[in-house]
């Protein structure tokens, strides 16, 4: 090989350190053309080991480097009918793939377990299998809400993933190593938008966000990494008038633009006399390698449909990596056991069950089927509220029917390589989709949730057995039948109740250390597993319990957090920020008021803690754990106005909710979940929809132009804004030092009233940012402080 073309080695520095960047090639390839799309379109179509769309094809032959190589591959011989494809053999199926190497920005990111069980503001696609001729293919449909929805959930899934990990150092150095397991995607719209075919992503996200990380350059945070890669694949996704040609079309060619601008910086630095960071960054993120699934084949016997089949192979193939080996977070690894065990059993088509409502029970549980149809296809004489709350009742009713229970325990062992699985593991498994309708407005308390869902969640010995939900507006009028026998109002208030209680951390795993802690600080009178608790509030000999269960269902709102699930003190004396309405509180019972609700010697109400929702469990317990030593009594909480209860749980104007980014508000939680109320006095005042706020970013296109961005990208405008802000300070206060000589003395530099509201500001903006700092390393350490507690508990129950 001459020298002329042999690639380059260079050093060039990336932050604070050299690195050695090798194999840098002298140009990058061209762009495929309209021939290569076509002679790949008919090596595929020659082939009878594989089935994709005309649009799958040319996505394909588009993202590729090297489209010859790839249509010697597809290409049938004799000896090979199915030509030299790759062959992998997977639960169930048979997968056929392609190898080669494609272009970064060719690859969308696809729906990650991993990221998709996180706290999300945006929603992943509904995914669907898509068949020919009754014959599985090896492509899926993503179907997005609109262009927007798209949009926001690239940039989540990029955003998100590099806040977890990033590998942009490594690839730098050697570019992308290992190849990305992809497959074709037709994504279509719900708001008739037409559709297009990409390849997407399913493992190797990781790598795939950081060449983004690469290629936006050294100090880039994710934010600018996400931006980059979202306008870089989509671009003005909505550019031309309707009719003048395909979506998919014109996308591609912003996209070959935008390489075409890249090309050209890339030579321009390779002709001067030193290339430098920046050829590097481009050469190493430009290409990578990608295994791209083809073909699919289903085994004899399987018991998945057609439109399953392909999906399940491909989740197969990254369950055995991420569950048995580089392991997904837990709950996503629980998500992927739970629908893929209900699937299965939806496929074997037992006579005991209609598979049309497994079908139902399944699109609920994926989030296929929104909280808004929940009356239409659940609805039975009388129709259920169509709010979150309804939602986990009947999905808690339909998965732990006797039979179907069994079912899926043995289905979950089976794909999860378990002996056995226990109540509380069944409840680890729930857990994650229950809580999906209010992820993210309820993200201060996920972690305590899922754990409570560990220890039992609402599994009590009678919910575990065959009852249905009563659908009502008033939760209290179920006490009555409850208490009379009536099984099934019985069990749904204790789903209802201990969802409701659970999700807003006023039930949890209660620990050791927390019997010697006051009650507004999380203390219990006496250690219960959490599906204990719930048994004992929906005793029908127990009243107390059962107003317990039925006010907490009414008080519940998906759209935010409670009172007394998270207080928080004002440590700089600002007032709290005022909201439309003041935020829900959950109250404690009193059976002597006529309303139920307790009240001080003030008649103020009385807030409900933890310690009142499992002494009420047991009354008799709690008594006698009481005369031993009397708990502290609960100081005075301001509650705001008694109101009649009210079952539904999504009808609250925003605003009235916490945002998860108010880290240092006071005990009123205010400020909606668009962000506006960030903590100290803001800049600027706007609605919870995000009308007028400075750093929503804007989206292309008449129909979005009033959708606000999602509160992850606003908050990263909002984290320029404050490093600007403070920056601009501290320049301007040295110029100020500067000119203070200069200044005569009939005036000071800055007159003493103007300083002492300017330290005020000050001393309030450092203490927010140190508490916000403080809070992120306390929960980074408590994560590994928990699993050390837990084990603890557990080794503490087996010597016990």
């Not at 719900?190 to 390849?199: A, I, K, Q």
């Not at 003005?236 to 309707?242: E, K, N, Q, V």
């Not at 079912?407 to 680890?428: P, Y």
Request: hydrophobic content about 40%.
């Amino acid at each position: 090989m001459s020298t002329d073309s042999a690639p380059l080695s260079l050093d060039v520095l990336w932050g604070s350190e050299t690195i050695r960047v090798t194999n840098v090639p002298r140009r990058l390839p061209h762009d495929s053309t309209e021939d290569h799309a076509r002679t790949v379109a008919d090596a595929g179509r020659a082939n009878p080991g594989v089935w994709l769309p005309d649009g799958a094809w040319e996505a394909i032959a588009r993202a590729t480097t090297r489209p010859d190589a790839l249509a010697v591959q597809l290409r049938p011989t004799p000896d090979e009918p199915s030509g030299l494809l790759m062959v992998e053999n997977v639960e169930g199926a048979t997968l056929r793939s392609i190898v080669t190497r494609v272009l970064l920005s060719e690859l969308f990111p696809g729906p990650q377990p991993r990221t998709g069980m996180e706290v999300s503001e945006v929603a992943d696609p509904q995914v669907h299998g898509i068949v020919h001729d009754g014959r599985p293919g090896a492509i899926v449909q993503y179907r997005y809400q609109d262009i927007a929805h798209l949009r926001n959930h690239v940039w989540q899934t990029i955003h998100a993933t590099l806040s977890l990990n990033s590998y942009a150092t490594s690839i730098l150095t050697r570019s992308v190593t290992r190849n990305l397991i992809t497959h074709p995607v037709e994504i279509a719209f719900e708001d008739g938008t037409e559709s297009l075919h990409v390849l997407a992503v399913r493992d190797g996200i990781t790598r795939l966000a950081s060449a983004w990380a690469v290629l936006a350059g050294e100090g880039a945070d994710p934010a600018d990494a996400a931006t980059l890669a979202r306008d870089a694949l989509l671009g003005d996704a909505i550019t031309g008038a309707p009719g003048d040609g395909r979506l998919g079309q014109r996308l591609a060619e912003n996209r070959a633009r935008w390489r075409q601008k890249l090309r050209e910086e890339f030579d321009t630095e390779m002709s001067g006399a030193a290339p430098g960071l920046r050829a590097a960054q481009i050469a190493q993120s430009y290409v990578v390698p990608a295994q791209i699934a083809v073909g699919v084949e289903g085994h004899s016997g399987r018991a998945l449909s057609p439109e399953d089949l392909f999906d399940d192979a491909i989740r197969s193939v990254l369950a055995s990596v991420h569950v048995e080996f580089k392991q997904w977070d837990p709950a996503a690894q629980n998500v992927e056991v739970i629908t893929r065990a209900l699937k299965r059993i939806i496929q074997q088509d037992d006579p005991r069950w209609n598979t049309a409502d497994l079908q139902a029970v399944y699109g609920l549980a994926v989030g296929r089927i929104p909280v808004a149809e929940l009356p239409a296809v659940f609805g039975g004489a009388q129709s259920p509220p169509a709010t979150a709350l309804w939602r986990a009742v009947y999905l808690v009713s339909a998965l732990t029917q006797p039979d179907l229970l069994d079912l899926l325990k043995d289905q979950a062992k089976a794909i999860k390589g378990g002996q056995r699985m226990s109540m509380k593991g069944f409840g680890e498994l729930l857990g994650p989709i229950i809580d999906l309708p209010w992820r993210a407005k309820k993200k201060l308390v996920t972690k305590q949730a899922r754990n409570a869902w560990n220890n039992g969640g609402v599994l009590s010995k009678d919910v575990t057995q065959s009852w249905e939900p009563v659908p009502t507006e008033d939760f209290t009028t179920l006490i009555e039948p409850a208490m009379n026998g009536d099984d099934d109002a019985r069990c749904t208030l204790a789903v209802a109740g201990g969802v409701a209680l659970i999700a807003d951390k006023l039930l949890t795993r209660n620990v050791g250390s927390s019997l010697g802690a006051r009650k507004e600080k999380g203390g219990v009178p006496f250690r219960a597993d959490v599906h204990k608790v719930v048994e004992g509030l929906s005793r029908p000999d127990n009243e107390l319990g059962l107003w317990t269960l039925a006010l907490a269902a009414n008080a519940f709102r998906s759209d935010g957090l409670p009172q007394n699930s998270v207080p928080k003190l004002s440590l700089t004396g600002r007032d709290p920020a005022s909201s439309e309405e003041p935020p829900y509180v959950y109250f404690k019972v009193d059976l002597d008021a006529e309303d139920r609700i307790a009240r001080d010697d003030d008649g103020v109400p009385v807030p409900l803690y933890e310690w009142d929702v499992v002494a009420a469990s047991d009354p008799d317990r709690a008594a006698s754990t009481a005369l031993a030593k009397a708990p502290a009594a609960a100081p005075p909480v301001t509650a705001p106005p008694v109101t009649t209860p009210s079952a539904t749980d999504g009808d609250t104007p925003p605003g009235a909710e916490a945002g998860p980014e108010d880290a240092t508000a006071p005990a009123t939680v205010s400020g909606g979940a668009s962000g506006a109320e960030d903590s100290g006095a803001p800049l600027f005042r706007y609605g919870a929809d995000g009308a007028g706020d400075p750093y929503a970013l804007p989206l292309p296109g008449p129909r979005e132009a009033d959708v606000p961005a999602p509160p992850s990208q606003r908050a990263a405008a909002h984290r320029k804004s404050l490093r600007l802000g403070v920056q601009a300070a501290r320049d301007a206060l040295d110029h100020l030092h500067l000119l203070e000589p200069e200044v005569g003395g009939h005036t000071p530099i800055v007159p003493v009233d103007q300083l002492n509201d300017l330290h005020k500001l000050l001393v309030g903006i450092l203490t927010d940012v140190e508490n916000l700092r403080r809070r992120v390393a306390e929960d980074q350490a408590l994560e590994g402080g928990e699993a050390e507690e837990a084990r603890a508990e557990d080794l503490a129950d087996v010597e016990a």
